[in-house]
């Protein structure tokens, strides 16, 4: 983390909103991407993102190191994941899910549902491919590749120098694609 994201995070901790707007522009696709990784869905881990910045403003406070403000973030990220998988568990048991989105859904110009389930099948074994890759390949290829994150971004965000990171890309894809071959057979 550069020392003006720290100066940012102590400034956040004085109640400086527009230094704290500054660090979710500086750490969204970072979120963003490790929340896609949890839920394999867009607009759930989008709607997360949202809920992990207002909670992470509201507990600033507790940042005790700025240096560790990333890993506490996504330390953040992860609970509000698990806690929105209890809560849709919780809806799901109650019966309380289906509503007027599911129904909007047969309504809609969305692909047919053979067309779907197989797009979303196969957005399951990439997802699931990526998730068992190591960590050093999953967030460059998530940033990269999901979230649409430039190269300048991606390193500032992981601390990598841009030759690193096109390696680890590189070697990601990789195993990404061999991984995809031995999901097919």
């Given at each position: 983390?550069?020392?003006?994201?720290?100066?940012?995070?102590?400034?956040?901790?004085?109640?400086?909103?527009?230094?704290?707007?500054?660090?979710?522009?500086?750490?969204?696709?970072?979120?963003?991407?490790?929340?896609?990784?949890?839920?394999?869905?867009?607009?759930?881990?989008?709607?997360?993102?949202?809920?992990?910045?207002?909670?992470?403003?509201?507990?600033?406070?507790?940042?005790?190191?700025?240096?560790?403000?990333?890993?506490?973030?996504?330390?953040?990220?992860?609970?509000?994941?698990?806690?929105?998988?209890?809560?849709?568990?919780?809806?799901?048991?109650?019966?309380?899910?289906?509503?007027?989105?599911?129904?909007?859904?047969?309504?809609?110009?969305?692909?047919?549902?053979?067309e779907e389930a197989?797009r979303n099948e196969?957005?399951?074994?990439?997802?699931?491919?990526?998730?068992?890759?190591?960590?050093?390949?999953?967030?460059?290829?998530?940033?990269?590749?999901?979230?649409?994150?430039?190269?300048?971004t991606i390193g500032?965000?992981?601390?990598?120098?841009?030759?690193?990171?096109?390696?680890?890309?590189?070697?990601?894809?990789?195993?990404?694609?061999?991984?995809?071959?031995?999901?097919?057979?």
């Amino acid at each position: 983390m550069s020392q003006a994201d720290e100066a940012l995070v102590l400034r956040s901790q004085k109640g400086d909103r527009a230094a704290f707007e500054e660090l979710v522009r500086h750490t969204a696709r970072l979120v963003f991407s490790r929340l896609y990784l949890e839920t394999g869905d867009v607009h759930r881990a989008e709607d997360l993102v949202q809920d992990t910045f207002l909670s992470a403003w509201r507990r600033i406070c507790q940042v005790s190191e700025p240096s560790g403000f990333r890993t506490w973030l996504l330390t953040i990220a992860h609970s509000v994941a698990v806690d929105a998988q209890r809560h849709l568990s919780r809806k799901k048991r109650s019966g309380a899910h289906v509503g007027e989105s599911a129904l909007a859904g047969l309504c809609s110009g969305a692909p047919a549902p053979p067309e779907e389930a197989a797009r979303n099948e196969s957005r399951q074994k990439v997802l699931s491919v990526l998730r068992s890759l190591p960590e050093e390949y999953r967030m460059p290829l998530t940033l990269r590749y999901i979230a649409g994150a430039d190269y300048e971004t991606i390193g500032r965000q992981l601390g990598l120098t841009n030759g690193s990171l096109r390696g680890l890309l590189a070697r990601g894809m990789e195993k990404m694609r061999a991984a995809m071959g031995r999901a097919e057979l």
